[in-house]
């Protein structure tokens, strides 16, 4: 049972680069998420989709945008990468949008150099 | 503003003891609060909750206790075992659910044998 995938796992990129996180979950969830996290600042949401079709910022969406592609995926791209999105981003889903039980991929070490 | 606390970044707990992590928060509005798991190179798991009208919730080893009018949560494990090394964050919501969870920034918690 995979749960929630997320690839790459590994990433390094130049300033001003762009790419794409890809997240898949195989548990029907309607839900899911985009986190960020730094260190001393436990995890920060970029975006969530509450369910198929609609997506809604978080905390912290600048430099971001998502894509719920279906009920199973949802992508978060970095246009043009900056330095200080350097982070470990994980990606989650959970049955639905107020349930705060979520279920999280093994995360994106993602460096901007 | 941090919402939710968590003010010892590390702990370290004999085998076979007690661990206690505690974690405050700020805002009056949260009545839902979760303990997540994270082991190295892996995304945080859900551990166990408690909802802001009970102020005790138990499973197995581990005990979250509530007090509100301190806005403090604490996570009781016993006895401690190697296999609890790990980051240890809590979280607290709204109403409004998962898409408004606000993470600590959390705790590593080492188990000495």
């Known amino acids: 049972n995979a749960g929630v995938t997320q690839t790459p796992k590994f990433q390094v990129l130049k300033t001003g680069q762009s790419m794409t996180l890809q997240c898949a979950q195989d548990m029907n969830h309607n839900s899911m998420y985009w986190y960020r996290q730094d260190p001393g600042m436990g995890l920060r949401l970029i975006y969530y989709?509450?369910?198929?079709?609609?997506?809604d910022k978080g905390e912290v969406p600048n430099g971001y945008n998502v894509s719920r592609l279906n009920k199973r995926e949802f992508s978060l791209r970095l246009e043009s990468a900056a330095p200080s999105q350097t982070s470990v981003y994980f990606c989650?889903?959970?049955?639905?949008?107020?349930?705060?039980?979520?279920?999280f991929g093994s995360g994106t070490q993602l460096s901007v150099l | 503003d941090q919402q939710v606390k968590q003010n010892s970044p590390s702990l370290s707990v004999q085998e076979g003891r007690i661990s206690i992590l505690n974690c405050d928060y700020t805002?009056?509005?949260?009545?839902?609060f979760l303990w997540y798991k994270k082991y190295p190179a892996e995304g945080p798991t859900f551990l166990i909750s408690?909802?802001?009208?009970?102020d005790k919730n138990e499973d197995g080893r581990f005990t979250v206790f509530l007090n509100k009018s301190a806005k403090h949560l604490s996570l009781h494990i016993v006895p401690s075992q190697p296999g609890d090394s790990a980051v240890y964050f809590c979280a607290a919501s709204t109403i409004q659910g998962a898409q408004k969870l606000v993470f600590g920034q959390g705790t590593r918690l080492t188990i000495n044998p």
């Open positions: 408690i909802s802001s009208i009970k």
């Open positions: 989709s509450a369910s198929e079709g609609t997506t």
């Open positions: 989650a889903s959970s049955e639905t949008a107020t349930n705060e039980k979520l279920f």
């Open positions: 805002n009056s509005m949260f009545d839902y």
